[in-house]
């Protein structure tokens, strides 16, 4: 099965450089990571299991001198050597190694699924980073944008147009978003540790982030039939088919067993008789045979593997149920991050008519400063929820490659 790897589909095509960026971080984890490695090993494991099973029984050598030599015709007979070697039945190695090849397949495939995952946490972080870096930026705008009232302000006040609260009101609000800030600061540096350690690098190295991101005109196409690919899956497969192989070396191992063998005995000659065969020693080639006569355990085992076929099957029809919940619910969200993202890019549109109207009476004389911190309020508001919908919009489509691609 062909490796399979989150890439520049965790991104869209307009976001060429951004995407390239996060496939680097991801190679990088996958290069990286711990827990992939530690599955890797787990499959080097299950691949050397293949060289284990190539084995025949262990070769019998035993040797036994005789304290009181029985005499025989031709001689006392002194010891006895022996060597035997019992072989399974015709084809049982090679189901062996078919078996145990058939495991390592399913390691592979947990590889598959681990790199998934790693790939869809990078992402995810990489998007919360992204999210908290954009609001931060929102936050000093808007913070420029109040010590720009504030100035305003204090001319006012100068003329009498204005009292002193007014001022002091742009400047309380002021401190509420610099702590905005400082929080989202403490956030993003948790966020940055967190994505370092996917990466298992320095928790302090600085992550690259894309300056600015939106909302693609059109949402590719997602179809859910791509989830019967999903290694999530595939491994059912590959666990059903080696519970055949399984099935298939059960039946190889209750079939008989052979075993050749020869008998070494030296023969002492006879003093006081002459004759051809006075001496010779005893060589005695043997064949033995076998038989699992009582096979109730072979039937058992064949038993079981017929009911983990079946429970199999039961866990990736579940498995599949899972994903296709959750491949609805993340087209539904993404499809609620687009109508959220429309409805505040219209909102903050109306929101700086509003604002524009306030500088323009700020102009002719006039101006509530009281109206102005509301239209600041909701400006902030859009523009967080903006950043909120495309980070929800990006990480549905992240999951939704997770799914089926």
Request: charged content about 25%; aromatic content about 8%; hydrophobic content about 40%.
């Amino acid at each position: 099965m062909k490796n399979v790897k989150i890439i520049i589909g965790l991104l869209l095509v307009s976001f060429y450089a951004e995407a390239q960026e996060l496939q680097s971080y991801i190679q990088e984890a996958e290069a990286n990571n711990p827990d992939i490695q530690a599955y890797e090993l787990r499959y080097n494991i299950a691949e050397e299991k293949v060289n284990e099973v190539n084995t025949l029984p262990n070769t019998v050598v035993s040797a036994g001198y005789f304290v009181s030599e029985p005499e025989t015709r031709t001689g006392a007979q002194r010891a006895r050597f022996s060597i035997s070697q019992m072989l399974p039945w015709f084809g049982t190695i090679t189901a062996r190694e078919n078996y145990a090849s058939s495991m390592a397949e399913t390691e592979f495939v947990e590889i598959a699924i681990a790199k998934r995952k790693l790939a869809l946490s990078v992402a995810q972080s990489y998007y919360q980073l992204y999210a908290i870096n954009a609001k931060q930026d929102v936050l000093d705008e808007n913070i420029q944008l109040l010590q720009t009232y504030e100035r305003l302000a204090l001319t006012s006040v100068e003329v009498g147009k204005a009292s002193a609260v007014d001022v002091l009101r742009l400047q309380i609000r002021q401190n509420e978003l610099q702590q905005q800030k400082e929080v989202l600061q403490e956030e993003y540096l948790a966020e940055q540790v967190s994505f370092n350690n996917l990466l298992n690098r320095k928790e302090s190295i600085a992550v690259e982030i894309v300056p600015e991101m939106t909302i693609p005109t059109e949402d590719p196409i997602y179809s859910d039939e791509g989830l019967a690919l999903n290694p999530e899956l595939l491994k059912y497969d590959r666990l059903y088919e080696s519970i055949e192989q399984s099935e298939l070396l059960n039946q190889k191992e209750s079939a008989p067993n052979i075993g050749f063998g020869l008998d070494y005995v030296p023969v002492s000659e006879r003093p006081d008789m002459t004759f051809s065969d006075n001496g010779k020693d005893i060589v005695m080639p043997m064949v033995s045979l076998s038989i699992p006569i009582f096979n109730n355990r072979y039937s058992s085992v064949s038993k079981q593997n017929e009911l983990r076929q079946l429970e199999i099957e039961s866990q990736k029809t579940e498995r599949l149920n899972v994903l296709e919940t959750a491949f609805a619910k993340a087209k539904s969200q993404r499809n609620q991050a687009r109508i959220q993202f429309n409805t505040q890019e219209k909102s903050l549109m109306q929101a700086n008519d509003a604002e524009e109207i306030l500088i323009k009476n700020y102009e002719t004389g006039t101006i509530d400063f009281n109206d102005v911190l509301d239209i600041q309020e909701l400006q902030l508001k859009f523009q967080m929820n903006q950043i909120e919908s495309i980070k929800m919009y990006y990480v549905q489509s992240a999951l939704l490659n997770y799914l089926i691609n």
